[in-house]
T-cell receptor, first 112, second 116 residues
Framework: SQKIEQNSEALNIQEGKTATLTCNYT??????LQWYRQDPGRGPVFLLL?????KEKRKERLKVTFDTTLKQSLFHITASQPADSATYLC???????????FGQGTTLQVKP | GAVVSQHPSRVICKSGTSVKIECRSL??????MFWYRQFPKQSLMLMAT?????????EQGVEKDKFLINHASLTLSTLTVTSAHPEDSSFYIC????????????FGSGTQLSVL
């Protein structure tokens, strides 16, 4: 079956460092992948979308890469801050159905 | 960005009762809305796709008679959990797409349902 998997359940880093989160997809080739941020008890908030023909996309301190050979997307937060602490979700649309399926999420904790 | 309003944010009910959750797109029209369920420390699981003016499409394993979805207008979709049981306790989240930004979803703030 088509899957989106985020390998790390939790990631703890020191303030100022770069956080790198991983998203792998299996059994399909998404036209694009998306990254969302979710705070406890809240709905996800869209951060970035990267298409299969884009290797990298940036938005302020955020950077996303898309490697179709490795079937992987990496999500980077540079100069991380305690306010970046949240759960980050990777999402894709299997077979271009229009439905969005999510990975398990990685909970990032940035310590001051 | 587009705003999706979800109500109520929290509901506690007795087993056997029905609960209705509303999802409204405040500043845009949404022909399609999606309902997700999320258990603690787990990811969002798509339950159904709600289409304005037609029947909802349910994901495999989701009981359509238990989770009634109505999308009567371009700005409102409702999810009714019928005859709720403790195992239905979960965080329910709706989302919608803006037609002009077709891929990304805008999410409501979620409804925490607790069935006693």
């Amino acid at each position: 079956s088509q899957k989106i998997e985020q390998n790390s359940e939790a990631l703890n880093i020191q303030e100022g460092k770069t956080a790198t989160l991983t998203c792998n997809y299996t059994n399909y080739s998404p036209a694009y992948l998306q990254w969302y941020r979710q705070d406890p008890g809240r709905g996800p908030v869209f951060l970035l979308l990267i298409r299969e023909n884009e290797k990298e996309k940036r938005k302020e301190r955020l950077k996303v890469t898309f490697d179709t050979t490795l079937k992987q997307s990496l999500f980077h937060i540079t100069a991380s801050q305690p306010a970046d602490s949240a759960t980050y979700l990777c999402a894709g649309t299997p077979s271009n159905t229009g439905k969005l399926i999510f990975g398990q999420g990685t909970t990032l904790q940035v310590k001051p | 960005g587009a705003v999706v309003s979800q109500h109520p944010s929290r509901v506690i009910c007795k087993s056997g009762t029905s609960v209705k959750i509303e999802c409204r797109s405040l500043d845009f029209q949404a022909t399609t809305m999606f309902w997700y369920r999320q258990f603690p420390k787990q990811s969002l699981m798509l339950m159904a796709t709600s289409n304005e003016g037609s029947k909802a499409t349910y994901e495999q394993g989701v009981e359509k008679d238990k989770f009634l979805i109505n999308h009567a207008s371009l700005t409102l979709s409702t999810l009714t959990v019928t005859s709720a049981h403790p195992e239905d306790s979960s965080f329910y989240i709706c989302s919608a797409r803006v037609i002009t930004t077709n891929e990304k979803l805008f999410f409501g703030s979620g409804t925490q349902l607790s069935v006693l």
